[in-house]
């Protein structure tokens, strides 16, 4: 299977900004698309936003104008900039990697948001 682990994490004030990374094992596996997934305290996990293979992107409504998603050359690494960061961003952030064979999953970062 892939191996996914994330990182960045931490803890910020309301305001301020945080840049998520997700990176996959191998960069020679054919990698449908990568999304971030997060959790709150007795939320359920919710889709936060996502890029295919082509590049394109999508995001929840409640992310829209200030999280982007971009990844790296190989294509094997996410990225999710998260500015002007707000209290109920407070969550694990996890990510997600589609291969042909199925999905993998990071163990997350957690994201803390307060003041």
């Known amino acids: 299977q892939v191996q996914v682990v994330e990182s960045g994490g931490g803890s910020v004030q309301p305001g301020e900004s945080l840049r998520l990374s997700c990176s996959a094992s191998?960069?020679?596996?054919?990698?449908?698309?990568m999304a971030w997934y997060r959790q709150a305290p007795g939320n359920e996990r919710e889709f936060v936003g996502g890029?295919?293979?082509?590049?394109?992107?999508r995001y929840a409504d409640s992310v829209k104008g200030r999280f982007t998603i971009s990844r790296d050359r190989s294509r094997t690494t996410m990225y999710l900039q998260m500015n002007n960061l707000k209290p109920e961003d407070t969550a694990v952030y996890f990510c997600?990697?589609?291969?042909?064979?199925?999905?993998?999953w990071g163990r997350g970062t957690q994201v803390t948001v307060s003041s």
């Open positions: 890029i295919v293979s082509n590049g394109v992107t």
């Open positions: 191998s960069s020679d596996v054919a990698i449908k698309s």
């Open positions: 997600k990697v589609t291969v042909a064979w199925g999905d993998s």
